[in-house]
C-alpha cells in the first residue's frame, strides 16, 4: 500500500515563506503531486514533480527527491488567501493516493 | 485549464432513497474518473476508480452494490448511492485524471457533492 506523512496544521505571517514537506512510502512511485483545497471548496492542482528536482510555478515551488521519499511545497510571498489546506499525493499507475493535509493559517 | 462539472452541487433526502451524482468533463475527454468521498476536516478518501467502458475498480471496504458507478462515455461518470443513510451524509467529489505533457499527472476536479441524508 501507500502512506504519506504532512504535518496537520502550519502558521505563517502574511509576506513570510512557508515549507509544507510530505514523506512517502509507496511502490510504483510515478510522481508527487500538490493540491490545494479551501473550505468548501474542490482540491486544485497545483504541481507535479516526476523528476528530483525543483519545479516553480509563479509564488509556488514543489520539490522531489526520490532517494529520499521525500518532497515539499514552497509557498512564498504569502497572502491571506493562502489560507486553505495542502495535500501531497503520490501517483502511482492504478491511482492516486492523497495525505491528510496540511491546513496553513496566514497571519496578518 | 480543464473543466469538470459536477451535478448535483447539493441534497437532501430521505433515509431509504438512492441518489445519483453526474461527474462530467466539459472540455475534454477522461478514460480515468476517481470519486472520493471527504468528511470534515478530513482528506480525499478514495472510493473507486471509474475506467470509461469497463467496471469500476472499488477501494477496500467500500461497497461495490451500495455505491454503484457508471462510466458510460469519455466524458460522463456517475456514482448512484443506494439505499442512503445518515452514515452516508458527506462530501463526494469526482476527478478527472489527465496524463499531460512531460508524463504530468493532474487530475480536474468537480466542485463536489454535498450529500445529506436525513
Known amino acids: 500500500g501507500q502512506s504519506l506523512e504532512q504535518p496537520s496544521e502550519v502558521t505563517a505571517v502574511e509576506g513570510a515563506i512557508v515549507q509544507i514537506n510530505c514523506t512517502y512510502q509507496t511502490s510504483g512511485f510515478y510522481g508527487l503531486s500538490w493540491y490545494q483545497q479551501h473550505d468548501g471548496g474542490a482540491p486544485t492542482f497545483l504541481s507535479y514533480n516526476a523528476l528530483d528536482g525543483l519545479e516553480e510555478t509563479g509564488r509556488f515551488s514543489s520539490f522531489l527527491s526520490r532517494s529520499d521519499s521525500y518532497g515539499y511545497l514552497l509557498l512564498q510571498e504569502l497572502q491571506m488567501k493562502d489560507s486553505a489546506s495542502y495535500f501531497c499525493a503520490v501517483s502511482i499507475y492504478q491511482k492516486v493516493t492523497f495525505g491528510i493535509g496540511t491546513k496553513l493559517q496566514v497571519i496578518p | 485549464g480543464a473543466v469538470v462539472s459536477q451535478h448535483p452541487s447539493w441534497v437532501i433526502c430521505k433515509s431509504g432513497t438512492s441518489v445519483k451524482i453526474e461527474c462530467r468533463s466539459l472540455d475534454f475527454q477522461a478514460t480515468t474518473m476517481f470519486w472520493y468521498r471527504q468528511f470534515p476536516k478530513q482528506s480525499l478518501m478514495l472510493m473507486a476508480t471509474?475506467?470509461?467502458?469497463?467496471?469500476?475498480t472499488y477501494e477496500q471496504g467500500v461497497e461495490k452494490d451500495k455505491f454503484l458507478i457508471n462510466h458510460a462515455s469519455l466524458t460522463l461518470s456517475t456514482l448512484t448511492v443506494t439505499s442512503a443513510h445518515p452514515e452516508d451524509s458527506s462530501f463526494y467529489i469526482c476527478?478527472?485524471?489527465?496524463w499531460g505533457q512531460g508524463s504530468t499527472d493532474t487530475q480536474y476536479f468537480g466542485p463536489g457533492t454535498r450529500l445529506t441524508v436525513l
Open positions: 476527478s478527472a485524471r489527465v
Open positions: 471509474s475506467n470509461e467502458g469497463s467496471k469500476a
